[in-house]
């Protein structure tokens, strides 16, 4: 009987023991845990943080400890398009993001505790920044500085990120455009402007053509002009030659002498007579002698 008894004894002994086995080896592999990469541990005990568990690896905690994982990775975060006014009045609507990341999980979770806060946060810091620095710089800076250089100014104004335990890692712009109220006006203006400009343009065309026909013109005139007294400079010499080769060749006898006085007579009566003209003559002008003349003959 006693033998039973301690058979008996002796299995629920080793049942104890197997039991606590099985317990004890399932509590301490449960104290081990893996922190995967981009990822921070919050090891939390009665509510306070304890031990905070950056590096990936395996790390060990006790039973009675939690773990509150945060991906520290980059996020991006599309920031709503809002209207901003520059130095110069005109409103614009600017669209734009920023990737961010957790750079401090304890402060991160004491602070904003997730995502939703944090990107909240986010949209009043960059909007402040975007407002602060798109207020002080004229438009046609703001389009000249697509290139990166206004979104530079802007990640470099935003500021107070570090004691939520994050941070922008980048910024930039996707658009910056005109309210589309504001669009039609715009493009009116735009078209007015170009056409006051093109009209400008051609009125200072015609004035440059206007003037550049008349220099041609007076200088076609005084040209002609010049040519036309050197013409008759010369045709009068050559008349004046003609006239003396012809007194010469009739000076030789008195007989010449008289039917070249003859000859030129008739040439100058008959130039009066163009185009019927009229001639008064006297009885003293060899003319008449030879009009008297060549009547009695007829």
């Known amino acids: 009987m006693n033998e039973k008894v301690k058979k008996s004894n002796s299995h629920i002994v080793w049942g104890v023991v197997i039991v606590l086995y099985v317990i004890g080896s399932i509590l301490f592999f449960m104290c081990f845990n893996v922190n995967q990469i981009y990822r921070s541990t919050l090891v939390r005990q009665f509510g306070e943080t304890v031990r905070v568990v950056d590096n990936p690896g395996i790390y060990f905690t006790n039973?009675?400890?939690?773990?509150?994982?945060?991906?520290?990775?980059?996020?991006?975060?599309?920031?709503?398009?809002?209207?901003?006014?520059?130095?110069?009045?005109?409103?614009?609507?600017?669209?734009?993001?920023?990737?961010?990341?957790?750079?401090?999980?304890?402060t991160y979770y004491k602070q904003l505790s997730s995502?939703?806060?944090?990107?909240?946060?986010?949209?009043?810091n960059v909007y402040s920044s975007m407002k602060r620095v798109i207020s002080s710089t004229k438009q046609e800076d703001i389009i000249a500085g697509k290139d990166g250089t206004l979104a530079q100014s802007i990640l470099d104004s935003i500021t107070n990120l570090g004691t939520y335990g994050i941070k922008i890692t980048s910024f930039d712009i996707k658009g910056l455009d005109l309210p589309e109220e504001n669009k039609e006006s715009v493009y009116s203006r735009m078209i007015s402007e170009r056409m006051a400009i093109a009209d400008k343009e051609e009125a200072a065309g015609e004035k440059i053509l206007n003037e550049a026909k008349?220099?041609?013109?007076?200088?076609?005139?005084?040209?002609?002009?010049?040519?036309?007294?050197?013409?008759?400079?010369?045709?009068?010499?050559?008349?004046?030659?003609?006239?003396?080769?012809?007194?010469?060749?009739?000076?030789?006898?008195?007989?010449?002498?008289?039917?070249?006085?003859?000859w030129l007579g008739l040439e100058t009566l008959r130039e009066s007579l163009k185009n019927g003209g009229t001639v008064q003559i006297t009885e003293s002008d060899p003319l008449y002698k030879i009009l008297v003349n060549a009547g009695a003959n007829e």
């Open 63 to 106: 039973p009675i400890q939690d773990e509150i994982s945060i991906y520290t990775g980059e996020r991006v975060y599309d920031v709503p398009v809002t209207n901003v006014t520059t130095s110069d009045k005109k409103t614009m609507e600017a669209d734009a993001y920023v990737t961010w990341r957790i750079t401090d999980s304890q």
């Open 115 to 124: 995502v939703e806060a944090a990107t909240g946060r986010l949209s009043s």
């Open 214 to 262: 008349a220099a041609t013109d007076e200088k076609v005139r005084v040209t002609k002009s010049n040519a036309e007294l050197e013409a008759a400079a010369i045709a009068a010499d050559a008349e004046n030659q003609y006239y003396e080769t012809l007194r010469q060749a009739y000076s030789a006898t008195p007989e010449k002498e008289e039917f070249y006085k003859y």
